[in-house]
C-alpha cells in the first residue's frame, strides 16, 4: 500500500519538483498547501502517512506552528524541509518531536532515506502504544501475574494461574516456599529484587527485572506490590502484580536502535558509510580552531572521479555504486585518525587533512590518494581503470575560515580537470 504524503511549500516550483520525485519513487502525493492554516486543514481531512513541512512558509503562521498543531491534533509524523533556520527556529521545531529534517537542495536517494526511517519510527512508535494499551488491558483482567501475601512475603495466600506461564512453575511449589520464586530471577538482578522484599512495606514499590524460565528463555517483568492497610494505617497485607513486558522491551530496544540509525544518516553518507558534507564542515571547522589556536596548518582534498560517468553508463548504476564503495573504502585506509575522508555527494569526496607541517604533507597525500584511486578492480568481471582530479587548499595560505577554503580546493579541482584530469594541483589566484 502506497504511503500517502503531504506537501507544505510555499515554493510552488520546489513543491512541484517534490511531488515529482515522490512519485517516481512511488509515494502518493495527496496534496500540495502552501500555507501552515491549510496544511492543518488538509492533514485533518486527507489523513496522510506523513508530511513534508518546509519550515519557512509565508503567511501569519510557520512550519514549525502548523507542525505542533498536526502532531497535536492528528498524530501525523512531520518531516522538515529546509534550505537555512536560524538556531531559534531550529530549537523550536526540535520542540515538536519532528520525524527528521532534510537539507534542501537534498537528492533522491536522501529523501527517500527520510521518508521510509520517518513512516518507520512511526510505525515503531504506534506499535509501543498499542503495546502499553494491551498491558493495560490484560492488567485488569487479571491475566498478569496477581498475588496476595503477609506482610514479610513468607506466606503466600494468593496466586493468579499466569504465574505458571509467566514463571514457567508451578502454583503449588511457590504455596509451600513463596520466596522460590526469586530462584527464576536473573542473577544479575537478583540482589535488587531481594532488597525489595526486605524493604519495609509501608509504600508502594516497583521494580523491572528478567525471569529466567526453566528453558533458558528470558520474560522481563515490571513487578508493582502495594501495602494493604488496616484501620490503624499499619500493613497486614501485601500485593502485587507481576506484568510480562518483553515485547515493550524489545519494541524500546528496537526504537533505540533506530534513533542511532537516525543520528548516523545524518551525518554519514548511506553508500559508503564515510562522513557526508555536512560533518566534512563540521571537522573542517574543528581543525580550523584548533590550528588557530597553536599556530597550525592544514589542507582541504576536494576529489573528482574521472571516469566514474563511463562506468556507470556501461555497467549500470549498481556498478557505479560498488565503485564509490571501493573508493570511500580506499580513501578511508590511506587517512591518520585525526584526517576526514568524506563523500560529497555523486561521485566527489573531500579530505581534510590536520595539522600538517606544509604543503609537502599536502602533497605526499594527494599522490597516495592518486595511487591509490588508480590501482585497478574488478566489477562484473571487468578490469576496470579509474582516475581522479584533486584540489588542495591550505590554511592559512590560502584562507582563514571553512567557506574561502572549501570554494579554493574547489576551484582549484575544476582547474585540475580543464588541464587534462588525473593529477592534483594547489589553488593559485
Given at each position: 500500500?502506497?504511503?500517502k504524503?503531504?506537501?507544505?511549500?510555499?515554493?510552488?516550483?520546489?513543491?512541484?519538483?517534490?511531488?515529482?520525485r515522490?512519485q517516481?519513487?512511488g509515494?502518493?502525493?495527496?496534496?500540495?498547501?502552501?500555507?501552515?492554516?491549510?496544511?492543518?486543514?488538509?492533514?485533518?481531512?486527507?489523513?496522510?502517512?506523513?508530511?513534508?513541512?518546509?519550515?519557512?512558509?509565508?503567511?501569519?503562521?510557520?512550519g514549525?506552528?502548523?507542525?505542533?498543531?498536526?502532531?497535536?491534533?492528528?498524530?501525523?509524523?512531520?518531516?522538515?524541509?529546509?534550505?537555512?533556520?536560524?538556531?531559534?527556529?531550529?530549537?523550536?521545531?526540535?520542540r515538536?518531536?519532528?520525524?527528521?529534517?532534510?537539507?534542501?537542495?537534498?537528492?533522491?536517494k536522501?529523501?527517500?532515506?527520510g521518508?521510509?526511517?520517518a513512516?518507520?519510527?512511526?510505525?515503531?512508535e504506534?506499535?509501543?502504544?498499542?503495546?502499553?494499551?494491551?498491558?493495560?488491558l490484560?492488567?485488569?483482567?487479571?491475566?498478569?501475574?496477581?498475588?496476595l501475601?503477609s506482610p514479610?512475603?513468607?506466606?503466600?495466600?494468593?496466586?493468579?494461574?499466569?504465574?505458571?506461564?509467566?514463571?514457567?512453575r508451578?502454583?503449588?511449589?511457590?504455596?509451600?516456599?513463596?520466596?522460590?520464586?526469586?530462584?527464576s530471577?536473573?542473577?544479575?538482578?537478583?540482589?535488587?529484587?531481594?532488597?525489595?522484599?526486605?524493604?519495609p512495606?509501608?509504600?508502594?514499590?516497583?521494580?523491572e527485572?528478567?525471569?529466567?524460565?526453566?528453558?533458558?528463555?528470558?520474560?522481563?517483568?515490571?513487578?508493582?506490590?502495594?501495602?494493604?492497610?488496616?484501620?490503624?494505617?499499619?500493613?497486614y497485607?501485601?500485593?502485587?502484580?507481576?506484568?510480562?513486558?518483553?515485547?515493550q522491551?524489545?519494541?524500546e530496544?528496537?526504537?533505540?536502535?533506530l534513533?542511532r540509525?537516525?543520528q548516523?544518516?545524518?551525518?554519514?553518507d548511506?553508500l559508503?558509510?564515510?562522513?557526508?558534507?555536512?560533518?566534512l564542515?563540521?571537522r573542517?571547522?574543528?581543525?580550523?580552531?584548533?590550528?588557530?589556536?597553536?599556530?597550525g596548518?592544514?589542507a582541504?582534498?576536494?576529489?573528482d572521479?574521472?571516469?566514474?560517468?563511463?562506468?556507470?553508463?556501461?555497467?549500470g548504476?549498481?556498478a557505479?555504486?560498488e565503485?564509490?564503495?571501493i573508493?570511500?573504502?580506499?580513501?578511508k585506509?590511506l587517512?591518520r585518525?585525526?584526517d576526514t575522508?568524506?563523500?560529497?555527494?555523486?561521485?566527489?569526496?573531500?579530505?581534510v587533512?590536520?595539522?600538517?607541517s606544509?604543503?609537502?604533507d599536502?602533497?605526499l597525500?594527494?599522490?597516495?590518494?592518486?595511487e591509490a584511486?588508480?590501482?585497478?578492480?574488478m566489477i562484473?568481471?571487468?578490469r576496470c581503470?579509474?582516475?581522479?582530479?584533486i584540489g588542495?587548499?591550505?590554511?592559512?595560505?590560502h584562507?582563514?575560515?571553512?567557506?574561502?577554503?572549501?570554494?579554493?580546493?574547489?576551484?582549484?579541482?575544476?582547474?585540475?580537470?580543464?588541464?587534462?584530469?588525473?593529477?592534483?594541483g594547489?589553488?593559485?589566484?
Amino acid at each position: 500500500m502506497k504511503a500517502k504524503l503531504l506537501i507544505v511549500e510555499d515554493e510552488a516550483f520546489i513543491a512541484l519538483e517534490i511531488k515529482t520525485r515522490l512519485q517516481k519513487m512511488g509515494y502518493e502525493v495527496c496534496g500540495m498547501v502552501s500555507r501552515g492554516e491549510d496544511a492543518i486543514l488538509q492533514a485533518a481531512a486527507m489523513r496522510p502517512d506523513l508530511v513534508l513541512m518546509d519550515i519557512c512558509l509565508k503567511g501569519a503562521m510557520s512550519g514549525v506552528d502548523a507542525a505542533a498543531i498536526i502532531r497535536e491534533k492528528n498524530r501525523i509524523p512531520v518531516v522538515y524541509l529546509t534550505s537555512h533556520a536560524d538556531e531559534e527556529t531550529l530549537e523550536r521545531a526540535k520542540r515538536t518531536d519532528p520525524y527528521g529534517f532534510l537539507l534542501k537542495p537534498f537528492q533522491e536517494k536522501d529523501l527517500r532515506i527520510g521518508i521510509e526511517i520517518a513512516l518507520h519510527k512511526h510505525a515503531m512508535e504506534r506499535q509501543l502504544l498499542e503495546s502499553e494499551e494491551k498491558f493495560r488491558l490484560v492488567t485488569e483482567s487479571i491475566d498478569d501475574v496477581f498475588w496476595l501475601s503477609s506482610p514479610d512475603f513468607k506466606e503466600l495466600l494468593y496466586i493468579s494461574p499466569a504465574y505458571e506461564k509467566v514463571w514457567g512453575r508451578r502454583r503449588e511449589d511457590l504455596c509451600r516456599d513463596p520466596q522460590s520464586f526469586l530462584d527464576s530471577v536473573h542473577p544479575a538482578d537478583r540482589g535488587a529484587v531481594r532488597s525489595l522484599l526486605e524493604h519495609p512495606p509501608f509504600e508502594s514499590l516497583q521494580l523491572e527485572y528478567r525471569i529466567v524460565k526453566p528453558d533458558g528463555s528470558i520474560t522481563w517483568v515490571r513487578d508493582r506490590r502495594f501495602p494493604v492497610l488496616d484501620k490503624q494505617g499499619q500493613p497486614y497485607r501485601l500485593a502485587g502484580v507481576a506484568t510480562d513486558i518483553s515485547a515493550q522491551k524489545e519494541a524500546e530496544l528496537q526504537l533505540l536502535v533506530l534513533n542511532r540509525k537516525l543520528q548516523q544518516q545524518a551525518t554519514h553518507d548511506v553508500l559508503t558509510g564515510l562522513p557526508n558534507r555536512r560533518l566534512l564542515i563540521d571537522r573542517l571547522d574543528q581543525a580550523l580552531a584548533h590550528a588557530r589556536r597553536n599556530g597550525g596548518h592544514l589542507a582541504l582534498l576536494f576529489i573528482d572521479l574521472d571516469g566514474f560517468k563511463d562506468i556507470n553508463d556501461r555497467l549500470g548504476h549498481t556498478a557505479g555504486d560498488e565503485v564509490l564503495e571501493i573508493i570511500g573504502q580506499r580513501l578511508k585506509h590511506l587517512l591518520r585518525s585525526a584526517d576526514t575522508a568524506a563523500r560529497l555527494g555523486g561521485d566527489e569526496f573531500g579530505l581534510v587533512l590536520s595539522n600538517i607541517s606544509d604543503r609537502q604533507d599536502a602533497r605526499l597525500v594527494a599522490k597516495k590518494v592518486l595511487e591509490a584511486i588508480f590501482t585497478p578492480f574488478m566489477i562484473r568481471e571487468e578490469r576496470c581503470y579509474i582516475s581522479a582530479s584533486i584540489g588542495i587548499s591550505l590554511y592559512p595560505e590560502h584562507g582563514a575560515s571553512t567557506d574561502e577554503l572549501i570554494s579554493r580546493a574547489d576551484a582549484a579541482m575544476y582547474k585540475v580537470k580543464r588541464s587534462g584530469k588525473g593529477s592534483f594541483g594547489f589553488y593559485s589566484e
